[in-house]
């Protein structure tokens, strides 16, 4: 997955306008413009995401700065790890620190998050994705952060998948006659998922013929018997109350995701800070 060019800067631009509206009173006050090198030094264990968002932010700062990257998206990091070394305009470097460190973090978070949850269902058929429950603006790159963590993407937005929730269905009225007016006017790329609570509503979503069925709150048992039930028929994805204490119960119970909105939504930021070279 590569992020695009136009997308990052678009961003980065938008958080240095954000933290430097004018000027850097500390840094333009008391710093001179000479070479530094610096480092990113991780704090803790985990896996990296957005280094290269990160060094971009410098870049645009000063595009004579130099890096070594001894990591890459997706690499597992040690506490104590360097992970990459800068030399550039000193007022450069430390004008970009927070901008840089608040993406890398961020994105480093939720990869991290996501593969621990891919190694807690490992050696089962599940796969674990994030919802759209995502930060305004931040979608790509928390979206491509799952994927450097070892999880797969749901659907990117509105336009790009049919799926009926609870609420689409009790506004229509009917399950069923919903999920056929929707394939009337669709196109033949589009696929439909449809949002069931229970094998009843399981049952009327296999025989509408649903491609992806989300089982929606179900417990593990129930979770069981709709896999038993669909026998390969719709792809199953398990969603809601998924805890790092319950995900391998739910993984084997044979659905084919599991999908979390915390990877992205309520994720802690993975430690890493800039040091400058004495």
């Known amino acids: 997955m590569q992020l695009m060019q136009f997308y990052i800067d678009d961003l980065i631009k938008k958080a240095l306008l954000e933290d430097i509206n004018y000027i850097d009173i500390t840094t333009d006050y008391l710093v001179d413009d ?22 971009r932010t410098f870049e645009l700062l000063d595009d004579s700065i130099e890096y070594d990257l001894f990591f890459k998206d997706g690499d597992k990091v040690k506490k104590g790890d360097i992970i990459a070394k800068m030399t550039g305009k000193t007022r ?14 961020h994105m480093s ?8 949850c891919v190694e807690l269902v490992k050696g089962t058929n599940a796969s674990i994705a994030e919802t759209r429950k995502t930060l305004p603006g931040l979608r790509p790159i928390q979206k491509y952060s799952v994927v450097a963590g070892g999880g797969k993407n749901h659907r990117y937005n509105l336009s790009e998948c049919a799926m009926l929730k609870d609420n689409h269905i009790d506004a229509y009225g009917c399950l069923t006659n919903a999920v056929n007016a929707l394939r009337e006017k669709i196109g033949h790329t589009i696929k439909i998922e449809v949002e069931v609570r229970d094998l009843k509503e399981l049952d009327e979503a296999l025989n509408a013929g649903a491609d992806i069925i989300m089982l929606d709150n179900m417990s593990c048992n129930m979770m069981r018997e709709a896999v038993m039930i669909t026998a390969g028929k719709a792809v199953l994805e398990a969603s809601g109350n998924v805890t790092h204490e319950n995900i391998r119960q739910i993984a084997e119970t044979g659905v084919d995701i599991i999908s979390l909105g915390a990877l992205t939504h309520s994720v802690k930021c993975f430690d890493i800070s800039m040091k400058i070279d004495l």
């Open 109 to 116: 978070g939720i990869a991290t998050a996501t593969n621990k």
């Open 34 to 55: 000479n070479a530094t090198t610096a480092k990113l030094v991780a704090k803790d264990d985990g896996v990296l995401a957005g280094i290269n968002v990160a060094m």
């Open 92 to 105: 450069a470097l430390l004008k970009g620190e927070r901008t840089a460190l608040n993406i890398l973090q």
